[in-house]
């Protein structure tokens, strides 16, 4: 069956820095695009970033963009969110989804990491 | 940027009653809005995506209808299980955005 394990979460200073990943499993990563959408403590939803199946085109929200760098390996069917310059509005969980292409939904989600930024 | 608002905030209804909840986009870029069901602690689950076609495995009280700029999701028969924060989402262009949600209670 389809599974998205995310790891990487933690507890950061603000500034910091962190890697969260993504394992995928199930299915055939390199078919589908993924995305990245976290979660404010007691929040609803926000979108992150999104990555084409072939990971020639990356889209961010602007509220990361210039801070968060998302790739893919499709040989080890694995996604990873480099974040840099963390902020204290960056505490969340980080959900990693996938969908079959563009104008496609997120039609299966990982479990999600915790990211902690506090000093 | 696409903005949606759902409404209501809260729903608070009782087993076996029929829901009602709206997504209002604040401009129209096609039928690319999905709903999602999450409930405490758990990752969101895919429920109607095209406005209205249900996604595999979800049960058929759940319906998705409209189009443009206002979107509706009807749950026919509340079971207990139902009861969770429900919010949709455009996918039509970036940045993809959510509802803020409409959390549905007993």
């Known amino acids: 069956q389809v599974q998205l394990v995310e790891s990487g979460g933690g507890l950061v200073k603000p500034g910091g820095s962190l890697r969260l990943s993504c394992a995928a499993s199930?299915?055939?990563?390199?078919?589908?695009?993924m995305s990245w959408i976290r979660q404010a403590p007691g929040k609803g939803l926000e979108w992150v970033s999104y990555i084409s199946n072939s990971g020639n085109t990356i889209y961010y929200a602007d509220s990361v963009k210039g801070r968060f760098t998302t790739s893919r390996d499709n040989a080890k069917n694995s996604l990873d969110l480099q974040m840099s310059s963390l902020r204290a509005e960056d505490t969340a969980v980080y959900f990693c989804?996938?969908?079959?292409?563009?104008?496609?939904?997120?039609?299966?989600w990982g479990q999600g990491t915790l990211v902690t930024v506090s000093s | 940027e696409i903005v949606l608002t759902q409404s209501p905030g809260t729903l608070s209804l009782s087993p076996g009653e029929r829901a009602t909840l709206s997504c209002r986009a604040s401009q129209s870029d096609g039928n690319y809005l999905a709903w999602y069901q999450q409930k405490h602690g758990q990752a969101p689950r895919l429920l109607i995506y095209g406005a209205s076609r249900r996604a595999t495995g979800i049960p058929d009280r759940f319906s998705g209808s409209g189009s443009g700029t206002d979107f509706t999701l009807t749950i026919s028969r509340l079971e207990p299980e139902d009861f969770a924060v429900y919010y949709c989402q455009q996918y039509a262009s970036s940045p993809w955005t959510f509802g803020q949600g409409t959390k549905v209670e007993i």
């Open positions: 989804a996938r969908a079959l292409r563009w104008l496609q939904p997120l039609d299966s």
């Open positions: 199930g299915f055939t990563f390199s078919d589908y695009y």
